[in-house]
């Protein structure tokens, strides 16, 4: 991780998600209001329950559907209903390293293909997940 590198402050907090998680992969996790309520599975595992890279590649999909419709709006461009975006997260290792990777299938109906790659690379400046991971784990974001 760079330590070098200046961390944007927050100025005005917009939501604040709170969980509890317990007994890590092979545990649980709950939300505050009881809107989450998971049991979490090894990747791969036959254990009933999800993963935490599920539950990245959800956040970050539906996060970069909101910065995509902000994209379309800033460029006067009218966003398609049917717009999609398949995330894969993968978990790995370099040596005795675990690492992420991971791409984005995004799918933009109707559009023009260098107007719908305008608006990925425009959506990744502002989805707060392609930010917090830019230059950290290898990214593809593909459009079709």
């Known amino acids: 991780m760079n330590n070098n590198q200046k961390t944007a402050e927050i100025e005005k907090v917009l939501y604040t998600a709170r969980t509890k998680t317990t007994g890590g992969r092979q545990g649980t996790a709950k939300s505050d209001d009881g809107n989450l309520d998971l049991l979490l599975s090894p990747p791969g595992s036959k254990i009933p329950g999800t993963n935490p890279e599920q ?70 400046q502002t989805c707060p997940y392609s930010k917090a991971i830019h230059g950290n784990i290898k990214v593809t974001t593909t459009v079709i």
């Open 55 to 124: 539950l990245f590649a959800a956040g970050w999909s539906a996060c970069y559907i909101g910065a995509l419709g902000l994209a379309a709006k800033k460029l006067g461009i009218l966003f398609p209903s049917e717009t999609s975006v398949d995330a894969e997260v993968d978990l790995g290792m370099n040596g005795e390293d675990f690492l992420l990777q991971a791409r984005l299938t995004v799918s933009l109906p109707g559009l023009e293909r260098d107007i719908a790659l305008q608006l990925t690379e425009l959506a990744h």
